[in-house]
């Protein structure tokens, strides 16, 4: 099964059980999500790619954990020039982020580890609609984005789990593949399991030859893992998505006192309202304001 939009393969995502089913597989492939992402914020191949990881890397916890309208949060906060990477994603494969911090130049940094830093934390915040969102939070432990969920996962989930995440970008800057995958070993697997998987993926290829151009979920699994022993239990579309409008930006001015919204109307004319998550810009005019001020 392909899912496709007229005749572009769209981004998808395949939940499978694999080794006599004492391993859960998610594996996405978001080429077109990370494009979207790339061009919404304008962003260097650099940059690109680290939000383009932390995007795969928040869906794959995402539709692991949450189901209907639950929500959750990732903060990868680093001591590197990016500053920290936020990313907001639910359990229907929508997911949207922004980079703190957008350098304008990037060539004196040659490594991903290097943008992010060495020093850090990761934290991630569940919203299950209770009384409080609840969030978990562990040092970074390495420059590698992958590295940090994956110990996020063991240390405050209690998930062994490994991750692997890739965005390749051409040499005209176009995003031509991008996806992860993440397995998660099923309670009362034996360690001797664990350790056969992890020699496995020690041997892969690199995952920009695993997730080559049109490689399918379905055809990275099988790169994986044995087909003979893969049960494929959901297909779903994952896509990168903003919710903002119009009106959610006119209830935060609302949020002003009306002195700094009359001077904005004396002062500027009007306002403009960016969007940190996808980059949309909104325009209030004088109009607009006076409105805002008569229903406050």
């Known amino acids: 099964m392909l899912l496709k939009v007229g005749k572009i393969l769209k981004d998808y995502l395949i939940k499978a059980l694999v080794n006599q089913s004492k391993f859960r597989v998610y594996v996405i492939k978001a080429t077109r999500l990370v494009s979207e992402a790339q061009k919404s914020h304008q962003l260097t191949p650099s940059a690109t790619q680290i ?18 309208d639950e929500m959750l949060t990732t903060r990868l906060i680093g001591n590197g020039p990016i500053g920290a990477v936020i990313a907001d994603a639910n359990a229907q494969g929508q997911v949207k982020g922004y980079l703190q911090n957008l350098p304008t130049d990037l060539t004196n940094y040659n ?24 969030t978990g939070e562990v040092p970074l432990i390495s420059g590698d984005i992958a590295q940090n969920y994956a110990y996020y996962l063991a240390k405050s989930e209690q998930i ?4 692997g995440l890739v965005v390749n970008i051409n040499a005209k800057q176009k995003v031509i593949s ?5 397995i998660q070993a099923l309670p009362n697997t034996p360690t001797s399991d664990c350790e056969q998987i992890i020699q496995q993926i020690r041997q892969l290829p690199s995952l920009k030859r695993i997730f080559m151009i049109k490689s399918t979920p379905e055809m990275i699994l099988t790169k994986l893992f044995n087909q003979t022993d893969t049960k494929i239990l959901q297909k779903s ?24 919204l009359q001077a904005l109307i004396t ?27 008569a229903e406050k």
């Open 111 to 134: 490594k991903q580890s290097e943008l992010i830093g060495n020093q850090g934390r990761l934290s991630v915040t569940k919203d299950q609609k209770l009384a409080q969102p609840f």
């Open 51 to 68: 939000l383009g990881e932390s995007l795969i890397a928040t869906l794959l916890l995402s539709t692991s954990m949450l189901k209907n």
């Open 178 to 182: 991008a996806g992860g995958f993440m």
């Open 237 to 260: 579309p994952v896509e990168f998505h903003c919710d903002c409008s119009k009106a959610r930006f006119a209830r935060s001015l609302a949020g002003l006192d009306s002195k700094e």
């Open 160 to 163: 062994p789990a490994a991750i």
């Open 267 to 293: 002062e500027q004319h009007g306002a403009e309202t960016v969007c940190r998550f996808c980059g949309q810009a909104y325009q209030f005019t004088s109009t607009d304001l006076q409105k805002i001020i």
